[in-house]
């Protein structure tokens, strides 16, 4: 467990010989070294926060989206109905400490822009940081003041066509990175 803090970039960490108490804890432990616990998690000098949840910031609920997916909830006639974030995702597992190398734009082959969104019928801005050679994608949304950013995702492109939808975005990128 302890060797997962001594990880760089682009190494993957080690959780597969794990049980799944020692995986949350090694992963936590980088967690709160690299964005928790780190008074310098900012981008381009503006600091990044987990979203809001009910008015208190939800450390928990961030966590829990960096190492699991999304899975479909299906009624007994095989409908999806909804989502729940309840699976252990290994491939964003793997690569939690490159948030923070990449929030520090170290690659030179980052492509880093701003994209207005449609979300629940209204448009909301949303910047990337795309690394894509290694597949990696970091979702960021400034707060409504521009002061600040919520981290939303950060998650290695493994879907059908994940690539390729975020080229998609990159092609209609805004003149300035918000």
């Known amino acids: 467990m302890v060797t997962n803090l001594l990880k ?3 190494e993957h960490l080690e959780l597969l010989h794990l049980n799944d ?3 949350v ?4 432990d980088i967690f709160d070294r690299d964005i928790a616990n ?3 998690f900012k981008f381009r000098s503006k600091i990044i926060r987990p979203l809001k949840k009910e ?8 966590f829990d989206h960096l190492i699991k997916k999304s899975v479909d909830i299906k009624d007994d006639k095989g409908r999806s109905i909804g989502k729940s974030r309840s699976e252990f995702d290994i491939n964003r597992s793997v690569r939690l400490h490159w948030i923070w190398h990449h929030i520090q734009e170290k690659e030179s082959s980052l492509k ?3 994209v ?3 979300k629940d019928g209204r448009d909301v801005l949303r ?3 795309l690394n894509k050679d290694e597949k990696y994608l970091i979702v960021l949304e400034p707060q409504r003041s521009l002061q600040d950013y919520y981290l939303l995702s950060a998650h290695y492109l493994d879907e059908k066509n994940g690539l390729k939808k975020i080229m998609n975005k990159w092609r209609r990128k805004l003149d300035e990175v918000y």
């Open 8 to 10: 760089k970039y682009n």
């Open 21 to 23: 108490k020692q995986r």
């Open 25 to 28: 804890s090694s992963l936590r």
């Open 38 to 40: 780190n008074n310098n």
């Open 55 to 62: 008015g208190i910031i939800d450390v928990e609920s961030l």
């Open 112 to 114: 880093i822009f701003s």
């Open 116 to 118: 207005k969104d449609r």
């Open 127 to 129: 910047t990337y940081i």
